[in-house]
């Protein structure tokens, strides 16, 4: 235990969570939990979900965690997945589609929409990778409306009209022996709110939102918890 700290609370977020969720949330523990030491971690979903379950760390926030037991799944957030493409035109006119592979449960959906654009140029596992190469070299994809939202504002991106989005739900995973249990449930109110913060998309009431079907079964899995 750090000298001065009452406790350590370690957690753990997937590598497209970390800016700005868990960003904002270690600056949030700061200054309502000053007394506690913090560990945090960025890794693989899988991973994740193993430390929490292993004691390692005590939360773990992951988009699509498979339920097993002794672990409590709490839904934090609605990502939407957009499909944007970038604004300046490359230099032989063609657009090129980049794929990143969000989940299964999705990937039938959004290969469907992308299908117009032909077969991807680029298929990555990592968000902020695919964002970064359109960004530079020019394209178009489905990305997280969150990641994206600045440059829609600064006009690098713009968002391709009737395209359908997808939710993507991000939860928080914590063992049901976990210690700390105020330790922990003030982390989770922390998660909450800044979860709750982030800015509304301005989607339309009219634009199409698929559910992927592990979406759904982890909400009622989540109620039920």
């Known amino acids: 235990m750090p000298a001065g700290r009452r406790a350590v609370l370690g957690i753990g977020a997937e590598h497209s969570l970390w800016d700005p969720l868990l960003l904002r949330w270690l600056l949030w523990m700061r200054r309502s939990q000053p007394d506690a030491a913090l560990r945090a971690h960025v890794g ?11 004691g390692i760390i005590d939360i773990g926030v992951v988009y699509a ?9 709490e839904l934090l957030m609605e990502e939407r997945l957009a499909m944007a493409r970038t604004t300046r035109q490359t230099g032989d006119g063609q657009v090129d589609y980049v794929q990143v592979d969000w989940s299964p449960d999705l990937a039938l959906h959004y290969a469907t929409a992308g299908a117009g654009y032909g077969d991807p140029g680029l298929v990555v596992d990592l968000g902020p990778l695919g964002l970064g190469y359109i960004l530079e070299a020019g394209g178009i994809g489905y990305f997280r409306l969150g990641a994206a939202r600045p440059h829609l504002e600064s006009g690098r991106l713009a968002l391709v009209p009737d395209a359908p989005e997808f939710l993507y739900p991000a939860y928080a995973v914590i063992s049901e022996n976990s210690g700390e249990p105020e330790l922990i449930q003030a982390a989770l109110d922390g998660l909450r709110r800044i979860a709750r913060a982030e800015p509304d998309d301005g989607r339309s009431a009219s634009q199409s939102v698929w559910y992927g079907r592990h979406e759904s079964l982890t909400r009622a899995e989540a109620a039920n918890a």
């Open 44 to 54: 693989l979903p899988e991973t994740i979900v193993e430390q929490v379950a292993g």
């Open 65 to 73: 965690p498979r339920h097993r037991a002794g672990l409590r799944i």
